[in-house]
């Protein structure tokens, strides 16, 4: 009897232990909401997003903005030179904006990404006429294998590899683009705040040159500014934002 009155005690005494942490819990989440209004945070954006690697909430916040410079500049040189069908690798495709330029200009385009939504929001916009010339993968940095290709189109997406697998991402890019091909993306500076993050890659310029050695730079337009204090969360940024013709 004494044992199982000191079980029952025990059980008891459990109980209102959780119950005391659940209560502590609840206020804690009610304080952090209050705290929240009171502060009057504006929205999330697409930066903010992306700095937590939330890729929903980022398609959703730039579903239908138009496609990348840097695309724009690689696409109006090739068909400069008179060549307006090529094959194109889309790396961290996203949301497609990208990938559906690159369709309208009647390329071949493999658009990869690592996060499985990303594709439901590409193919819902593809025109039926074109939807053969588009291929999708579902895969991360660490395991893609580059087709060889025309064009390799990164845009704000390489400095989301982690590190230790950068080199040999940038190599499999290097290695896949065909003579006369170019690269077409950004790389995030180090004096870009997001650079203090463990698991991003940074160059600075010294280094961004390196990396494109074998390459005809076209385009390297560096951009570093702040945000305005408006911005939910406002950092500095500086991104170099690239087209390179291979040799």
Not at 219 to 233: A, N, Q, S, V, Y
């Amino acid at each position: 009897m004494k044992y199982e009155k000191f079980i029952f005690k025990l059980y008891y005494l459990l109980f209102l232990t959780i119950g005391r942490i659940k209560v502590l819990q609840n206020r804690k989440l009610m304080h952090e909401k209050d705290k929240s209004k009171k502060l009057d945070l504006p929205p999330m954006g697409a930066q903010d997003f992306s700095e937590i690697e939330d890729w929903p909430g980022y398609f959703d916040a730039v579903l239908g903005k138009g496609a990348r410079d840097t695309l724009i500049a690689a696409l109006d040189s090739f068909e400069r030179e008179g060549f307006n069908i090529g094959f194109a690798v889309d790396l961290a495709a996203g949301e497609g904006r990208d990938s559906l330029e690159l369709l309208s200009r009647n390329w071949r385009v493999l658009a990869t990404d690592n996060h499985p939504e990303a594709f439901s929001y590409l193919w819902a916009r593809v025109p039926e006429i074109l939807k053969p010339q588009l291929t999708t993968k579902e895969v991360n940095f660490c395991d893609m294998k580059f087709p060889d290709c025309d064009l390799v189109n990164a845009s704000f997406a390489l400095p989301f590899c982690e590190p230790q697998h950068f080199e040999v991402l940038w190599n499999k890019i290097v290695a896949s683009i065909r003579p006369g091909g170019r690269f077409a993306g950004q790389f995030f500076g180090s004096r870009d705040t997001w650079a203090s993050l463990p698991n991003r890659s940074h160059q600075s310029h010294k280094e961004v040159l390196q990396l494109l050695e074998g390459f005809e730079i076209e385009m390297m337009k560096e951009e570093e500014r702040d945000d305005p204090p408006e911005l939910r969360k406002p950092k500095h940024w500086q991104i170099f934002h690239i087209v390179a013709r291979k040799y």
